[in-house]
């Protein structure tokens, strides 16, 4: 799945899309704190929060996508539907952008290279293939986050935004993508040792074009990977539109019934 820092570079990139109305835009950036914490908030469970990676996410890889996870996740927690505020809205649009964004990865890269590949070792070589290429990807995004955009993760403060991540679990993934912001990504570190390699053999492979065009170009080429980050900003678009268009007309009907 995307990193941490390529969830938030993609949100950068969603807030200055011509295509995106400039009310939304605006909205969102009224809120940027609360929006770049939603855009990172369901990995939490990935780097250290209880739970495991269906419960924030509303989908499995070994079955098939039944709906929309953003639809699935209100079904299972329908007092999402109700936000108490502007701040909890917004910040639900940062968390339905990226489950948009991991839904089309699993869609277009996961599934087509893994589906269906009951050898062991290469099942290694293709997963492998995957993760180096979200590395690739993630150090290519760390260094176009904006430093208005560190500042304003910083200042996100949830207020029991979920029910199934408390503030603490949500304050915790803040601080620990915001340190590496301010100082130096692990995710080398981190996406390496769960593959029992250490750094320098991903380096080696990250840092040799022959190498990487082999070991990760050939199961996914260049332009699969533009077309699939291009449909990822399509659906994060369209997705985050939805959500926010269902709570406008939600909004005017509860106003239509006090009338």
Do not use: K
Not at 51 to 70: A, K, L, M, N
Not at 134 to 151: F, G, L, P
Not at 162 to 180: C, E
């Amino acid at each position: 799945m995307p990193t941490p820092f390529t969830h938030i570079a993609a949100a950068q990139r969603l807030l200055a899309d011509p295509d995106l109305p400039q009310g939304v835009r605006n909205r969102l950036a009224l809120e940027l704190p609360a929006f770049l914490l939603g855009s990172i908030a369901a990995d939490a469970t990935r780097l250290h929060a209880p739970g495991t990676r269906e419960d924030t996410h509303f989908y499995r890889y070994d079955e098939p996508i039944d709906g929309q996870p953003w639809r699935r996740m209100l079904e299972r927690h329908p007092i999402l539907l109700q936000p108490r505020d502007e701040a909890q809205r917004i910040f639900l649009a940062g968390y339905v952008a990226h489950l948009a964004m991991d839904e089309i990865w699993t869609r277009e890269i996961m599934w087509p290279l893994m589906r269906g590949i009951d050898d062991v070792d290469e099942r290694r070589r293709r997963a492998l293939a995957i993760t180096l290429l979200m590395t690739h990807c993630d150090e290519r995004d760390y260094i176009v986050i904006a430093a208005s955009s560190v500042n304003a993760l910083g200042m996100a403060q949830p207020r029991a935004w979920l029910p199934f991540l408390s503030d603490a679990d949500l304050v915790t993934m803040r601080d620990l993508i915001l340190g590496q912001l301010r100082e130096r990504s692990q995710t080398l570190e981190i996406l390496s040792r769960r593959w029992g390699l250490t750094p320098q053999d991903f380096r080696t492979t990250l840092d040799d074009p022959a190498r990487f065009a082999a070991e990760v170009l050939s199961w996914i080429p260049e332009r699969q990977l533009l077309l699939v980050e291009q449909n990822m900003g399509l659906c994060m678009r369209d997705r985050l539109q939805d959500w926010l268009g269902e709570q406008a007309l939600q909004s005017s009907s509860t106003a239509l019934t006090r009338n």
